[in-house]
């Protein structure tokens, strides 16, 4: 793709510094290095915005409104709007329907699937669904990435969405079988059966369960509990020692949000009610996880 193609990278972290590393010399870029200390759009961003192709948000599902709102009146009517989070803000909503609200028919799509960041950094492949309502998105992002990130079409953005928010709500109970060793048959349980409730909440929340099986759903689900670099899979070995301290993160955010909207999977989903104990008793979880494992 020609250098020409204008991209701008909202969010520096890890996951913005692996959009750099794929987009290195195919796309001229623009970094927004925006933090909670420094949310304001720089005078380069603005510039930038009116001549952007793409942009890109890599940051947490809670700061795409401070994103959004600066940037979304700057853009030109054709520009590409993509998200890589995978949580919930304030309001419960997930990256596709905060990108729906703030951005109708204009194109915009959600990435999920197995992207470790630091592994896109030093040249490995990473594996995606984009999830989209624009029949065209695909073809441009697929030219925006013709190597090292293999792209999956998926109308359901919805779905991707969520796929990533449930994968870091039970990716912890494997972090708690592994940290305290249980072993391997215990852990392919607790995956089978995160990987069957994610089918069931995907039912309610975005239509379909068939989502869970690809790419955004058990593909990342597997990378991340096996991943030494999961900050989800790392929380639950920390509980399993009995350490409560700084559970913050995307995944606990999203059971507490969940939990205070009423936004919960019935009783046919005994996991998902045992992960909440993470924000509301978290000390009881590895003993309420073994009793699950009896049966």
Known sequence: M????????????QMGHAMQSLLRGRAALQIWEISPEQPELPD???????????????VP???????????????????????????????????????LTALRTR?????GGPMIANELVAGKSGYAELGTLDG?????????FPDRLVLEPNRNPQAVSWCGVLKNVYAPLVGIC??????????GHIVMA??????TILVRFAGTGADALGDAGLADFVTTVTSPSSHHYALGRRLALGDIANLECEGVHSLRIMRDQGRLPGSDCPLFALSLHIVQDPHAVPSRLHDWLLG
């Open 2 to 13: 020609s250098a020409e193609v204008a991209v701008v990278i909202a969010g520096f972290g």
């Open 44 to 58: 380069g961003i603005r510039r930038a915005a009116p001549q952007a192709d793409f942009l890109f948000i890599c």
């Open 61 to 99: 599902t809670l700061a795409h409104a401070a994103v959004l709102t600066p940037m979304v009146h700057l853009l030109r009517a054709e520009a590409a709007t993509l998200s890589i989070a995978k949580g919930l803000d304030d309001a419960g909503r997930c990256a596709a329907e905060i990108l």
């Open 107 to 111: 194109p915009w799509g959600v990435l």
């Open 136 to 144: 065209t998105l695909m073809g441009r992002v697929r030219r925006l």
């Open 178 to 187: 592994d940290g305290l060793g249980w072993g391997d048959n215990a852990r």
């Open 194 to 199: 995160a990987m069957r409730e994610t089918q």
